[in-house]
C-alpha cells in the first residue's frame, strides 16, 4: 500500500502565474500566461536548470515530433523558426530559471520555479504582429496539453532516484546569452536579459 508521502509525483495542476523576480521582469508587456505546478510532500529534487533541462530538452517523443512539424510549419507562413535556442536560459537565480526567445512575431518566458514543495512552470508571451496574434491561437489550444505532458514527464524522471545528479538528466551549466541566441561563457551574473 502507498502512503501519501510514497506516491509518484506526477499529478500537474493548474495555479496562478507566481510573483518571481524574474518573471517580474522578464518581458515589456505580457499578452497572455499562464503557469501548471506539480507537488511533492518535501522539497523537489534537483535544482532549476536540472528541472528546465528534463522539461525542455528531453521532451516526449510526440512532442518533440510535434516541435519539429511546428518548425516547418512556420516558414511556410513567414514565421521565424524557432531552433536550437528557442529554450535556452537567458536568466537564472537559485530558484528559478528563465528560458526563452525573442522574435519578430512575438516574445516569450518559460519560468522554471522551485518552491518549497512544487515546481512551478510559468509561460508569458508578448504578441508583437497580427502573425503573432494568429501563431498564438493556435498555440494556445495545444499549450496546455504539451506543458502538462512535458512537466508530467519532468517530475517522473526527476524522482527516479534521491539527489540531483543521479537522476538521469545530463546536466547543463546555465549559460548567458542574449535572446536572439548567442551563448557566452557559463553563466556568473544571475540576470542578463537584453532589451
Avoid at 536550437?84 to 520555479?113: K, M, Y
Avoid at 494556445?140 to 505532458?149: D, F, I, L, M, Q
Amino acid at each position: 500500500m502507498t502512503t501519501k508521502t510514497e506516491q509518484r509525483p506526477g499529478r500537474v495542476s493548474t495555479v496562478a502565474v507566481p510573483r518571481s523576480a524574474l518573471l517580474a521582469v522578464a518581458l515589456p508587456g505580457i499578452d497572455w500566461s499562464d503557469a501548471y505546478a506539480v507537488s511533492f510532500p518535501d522539497r523537489p529534487p534537483g535544482d532549476p536548470q536540472e528541472w528546465a533541462d528534463a522539461i525542455f530538452h528531453s521532451p516526449p517523443a510526440w512532442v518533440a515530433a510535434l516541435f519539429g512539424v511546428r518548425e516547418v510549419l512556420v516558414r511556410v507562413v513567414g514565421i521565424e523558426r524557432g531552433g536550437p535556442h528557442a529554450f535556452d536560459t537567458v536568466s537564472w537565480n537559485a530558484d528559478e530559471v528563465l528560458l526563452g526567445i525573442d522574435q519578430r512575431h512575438l516574445s516569450f518566458r518559460a519560468s522554471v520555479l522551485l518552491e518549497p514543495t512544487r515546481v512551478v512552470l510559468s509561460t508569458v508571451v508578448q504578441v508583437h504582429n497580427k502573425r503573432g496574434r494568429a501563431y498564438s491561437a493556435v498555440v494556445r489550444r495545444v499549450h496546455p496539453v504539451v506543458v502538462r505532458t512535458m512537466l508530467r514527464r519532468a517530475a517522473r524522471t526527476m524522482s527516479v532516484t534521491p539527489g540531483s545528479q543521479s537522476s538521469g538528466i545530463e546536466r547543463r551549466s546555465p549559460t548567458t546569452r542574449s535572446v536572439s541566441g548567442n551563448a557566452s561563457e557559463p553563466a556568473r551574473t544571475h540576470h542578463c536579459i537584453t532589451s
